[in-house]
């Protein structure tokens, strides 16, 4: 059993920022890690990876504004939203790589259930 739980979720005004937490078990947090989100009604999509050991990605939308890091020993995966926008609303996940294109879904075996981001403008 993989289980990824991310927290950190909540309501937040635009301008705001909040840091998502994502807790692995099961897997020795050896996988590169990556974070999707999903807006209702539309597709879920790439926001960011780490690589296991510390290089990092990030779509075009977030760059400059996301931050995603990791403490290994904690088995633990951080993604820190700065300069939070109404279009950031989304549910957002973490989930571990498997092989393959990076921002392809498909390519990520583990995803956690989620978590709610609500930015008010």
């Known amino acids: 059993q993989v289980l990824l739980v991310e927290s950190g979720g909540g309501l937040v005004q635009a301008g705001g920022s909040l840091r998502l937490s994502c807790a692995a078990s099961?897997?020795?947090?050896?996988?590169?890690m990556g974070w999707f989100r999903q807006a209702p009604g539309k597709e879920r999509e790439f926001v960011s990876l780490?690589?296991?050991?510390?290089?990092?990605y990030y779509s075009d939308s977030v760059k400059g504004r996301f931050t995603t890091s990791r403490d290994n020993a904690k088995n633990t995966v951080y993604l820190q939203m700065n300069s939070l926008k109404p279009e950031d609303t989304a549910v957002y996940y973490c989930?571990?790589?498997?092989?393959?294109?990076?921002?392809?879904?498909?390519?990520?075996?583990?995803w956690g259930q989620g978590t709610q981001v609500t930015v008010s403008s």
């Open positions: 989930a571990a790589f498997t092989g393959g294109t990076y921002y392809l879904i498909d390519n990520y075996g583990y």
């Open positions: 099961g897997l020795t947090f050896s996988y590169d």
């Open positions: 780490i690589i296991r050991g510390g290089r990092t």
